[in-house]
Structures are given as C-alpha cells and as structure tokens.
C-alpha cells in the first residue's frame, strides 16, 4: 500500500516540505515530479566507446544478435532501447526483502544479488519469491538459488564484491536490456550510462593535448567519457576513495583506458596530499554526493531540508580543490545528479563568486536541457531523462 501524506504526493517516497521547497518552479509542477520519480525513463541508454569500435557496426552486431536500438538524436555515441513496462506482479507466499539500492534495480529486471539482501525467511533454494522493497511494494518476482541461510553465511565471510547471485527474477514491474549481457561489453565496446550523464563531456569538449580530473570519479562515466572523446594523448585523472580504486581500474582495463591514472583518497585534501597536481588541469570534473533526487526509479526514498544543507557545504568543500587543480582560464564541470536548487545553481553561483569562475557557452549546444544563467536543467518529468543539473564555469 501507498503512503500518502502531505510530503509524498501519493508515492511512497517521503520529503519534507521544506526539501520539496528548494526545486526550482521551471522543472515542472513539484508533485507532479515527485510522481514522476517513481517510474523509469522511457528509453535505456547505453555509450559506444568509439575508442574500439564505431556506432554503426556495433548496432549492426546489436541487429544480428536480435537487439533494436537506436541512435539519441543529440549525443552520436549514445544509443538507446524501450523500457517496457510496468507489469503487474503477483505476490508469492515467500518474500525476499532487498535494499533501497538493490530493489530499484531489480524492478528494471536485474537479479539480486547477495549484497542487496536484506532478509528472505525460511526461503530455500528453487522457491518462487517475491523481492519487495523495505517498504513492502513488490518489484519482481524470481526463483532462489541457493537457501537464505547461506546468503547470511557468505555475507559474514565477505565484506565487499557482488558475493553471488540470490534470487534470478522471471518477472520484474519494468523490463530493459541487462548491459552486462549484451554482445560485446566484455570487450569493452560499451559502457552502461544515463544519457544526461552523457552531457556532462559532451559540454566540457575534451581535447587531446589537455589535462582532465574528476575528483569524485567513480564508477567511472563521465571520465571515461572525456577519455573517450579526448583520447589517449590527453592526460586524464580519476579520483576516487580508496575502496573504490581497483573497480574503477577494472572498468578502465575492459574499455581500453589503460592511459587514465587512478588515484584513491579523500578529494577535499588531493592537493595536500599530491602538491604537484595544484595548477596543473585544463579542465576539472566535479560530480559530488548530492541528494539524488533526479535518479530514476524510486521504489524507497527518505530525504529532508537538513540532508541537502548539509551536502550543500560538503559539495562546495570539493569545489574548492577543483580551484586550486584548475590553471588560471581552466573549466570546471559541476553536475549533480538532483534537483534542489541549493545543490545546483545556488551552488554554481557561490562558485564563481567566492571561488572566482564565471559561466561559459560551450561549443555544444544541447537541445533538450533547460538553459539558465549558470548552466543546464535536465527534468524527469519534461524531458523523460534522470533529473541533472550541469555547469559550465571558467577559473579567472
């Protein structure tokens, strides 16, 4: 059952009015919105890395394979295919409770895997399950692989990884391409990436001879996007915590970016920690925690006033690296991926004004983001995309 109440619209998902507040008007009207956010975009993108292979012969092998999709009418290496949905589903006798996480993936049809397993009791191996969400709405149904009993004894022997596979779902709310199992991803010929992501190198324009950062890289697509467009003469720099290093080397390995540097720490000290980096960047990519409220879909989601407060000042503490790596005429990139005002423009404008950037026109000029005197606005709710904002700013 839906809880309903004056800070959800009618979804399960909960936001204080304060929160609901901070979203700009021009992003359409907020309940209708917060609405939206409940159900995926209409179409599943995917990124070509060109770096191996063309557009055009890898949907000549998506064809032969079985596969329909199409090229985005703005960004040439993003293609796409429908998301079909949503279906019903039957609640079965034995449920299986997954993670915020793990329960918005596996409504598009992913499996779930161990990490993602909150509590399944009395399941044994080959019982049809339910996978409900923390708060009990159903997102799929599948078949468990192995008891419940020993999911929680690998759970207590590893602390990290994907651990296996729980329950391989027969039926999901929404239904899409797995990019994993899709010809050619172990060769490194795609990438798996929300198409606002995309725009993010697409407006930074990456070139050969410059130097690239993203201080807050993981799991690796807007890098490895500006590698991409740059290509291997550039020098190109990902950051990230230390947990999060050997992942992104292994994503980097599968696409052919050997060339990207990998370094693992806390950004907000990247220049105290490896002086010789200070000055050095044409151009920065900063993508900070944020409260995420653009990421579709939600099946679970709890956020207030206070969180996006509180990210506001942890995001501008990464801003103020990304300065000192910057050369004096350098570019900064800050997007996240939300839809909160404080996080977003409010945070561009503090930028340039405490920091010293100003906001620039790139060369790309996208069609379908909301222009404003900062940077872009992209809506779930009018543009059928995840909810981003980006901006363009250039150091004095």
Same mark, same amino acid.
């Given at each position: ?159 990290? *990884?994907?651990?296996?596979?729980? /329950?391989?779902?027969?039926? @999901?709310? &929404?239904? =899409? +391409?797995?990019?994993?199992? !899709?010809? #050619? ?70 696409? *052919?970016?050997?060339?990207?540097? /990998?370094?693992?720490?806390? @950004?907000? &000290?990247? =220049? +105290?920690?490896?002086?010789? !980096?200070? #000055? ?86 996208? +069609? ?29």
């Amino acid at each position: 059952m839906l809880l309903k109440g004056p800070h959800s619209c009618g979804t399960p998902l909960r936001y204080d009015n304060s929160l609901l507040e901070m979203i700009p008007p021009i992003l359409g009207d907020t309940c209708r919105l917060i609405q939206r956010l409940t159900m995926p975009t209409s179409r599943a993108y995917v990124r070509v890395n060109t770096l191996k292979i063309s557009v055009r012969e890898y949907l000549r092998i998506l064809e032969e394979a079985g596969y329909s999709f199409s090229v985005d009418e703005e960004i040439p290496e993003a293609i796409w295919t429908p998301i079909q949905g949503p279906f019903p589903i039957t609640p079965l006798n034995k449920k299986v409770i997954a993670d915020k996480r793990a329960s918005e993936n596996v409504m598009l049809g992913s499996d779930l895997y161990i990490p993602g397993v909150v509590g399944a009791k009395n399941v044994k191996k080959g019982d049809k399950v339910t996978i409900v969400a923390p708060n009990g709405i159903p997102v799929a149904n599948g078949i468990a692989i192995i008891d419940y009993h020993d999911v929680i004894q690998v759970k207590r022997r590893a602390k990290r *990884g994907r651990l296996g596979l729980f /329950v391989k779902v027969t039926e @999901s709310l &929404y239904r =899409t +391409v797995r990019v994993g199992d !899709l010809p #050619g991803f172990n060769e490194g010929y795609i990438y798996g990436q929300s198409l606002s992501s995309m725009y993010v190198a697409r407006l930074l324009d990456p070139q050969p001879h410059e130097w690239i950062i993203d201080i807050t890289a993981a799991p690796g697509g807007k890098i490895s996007h500006a590698a991409q467009l740059a290509g291997p003469k550039a020098r190109i720099v990902a950051v990230d915590r230390p947990s999060k290093v050997e992942k992104l080397k292994e994503t980097f390995t599968r696409l *052919g970016m050997n060339w990207i540097q /990998v370094l693992g720490g806390d @950004s907000r &000290y990247l =220049t +105290v920690d490896h002086p010789s !980096l200070t #000055g050095k960047f044409d151009k920065v990519i900063l993508d900070p925690p944020c409260t995420n409220l653009g990421v579709i879909p939600k099946v679970v989601d709890n956020r207030s006033h206070r969180d996006a407060r509180n990210l506001v000042s942890y995001q501008f503490q990464l801003a103020k690296t990304a300065a000192k790596l910057l050369k004096k005429g350098g570019i900064l990139a800050y997007s996240v991926c939300t839809l909160t005002y404080p996080e977003a423009e409010a945070q561009a404008l503090r930028i340039s004004e405490e920091l010293g950037f100003e906001p620039i026109e790139p060369e790309f000029r996208p +069609v379908r983001p909301i222009r404003t005197s900062y940077g872009y606005w992209l809506s779930p709710l009018l543009h059928d995309v995840t909810g981003f904002y980006i901006s363009l700013l250039r150091k004095k």
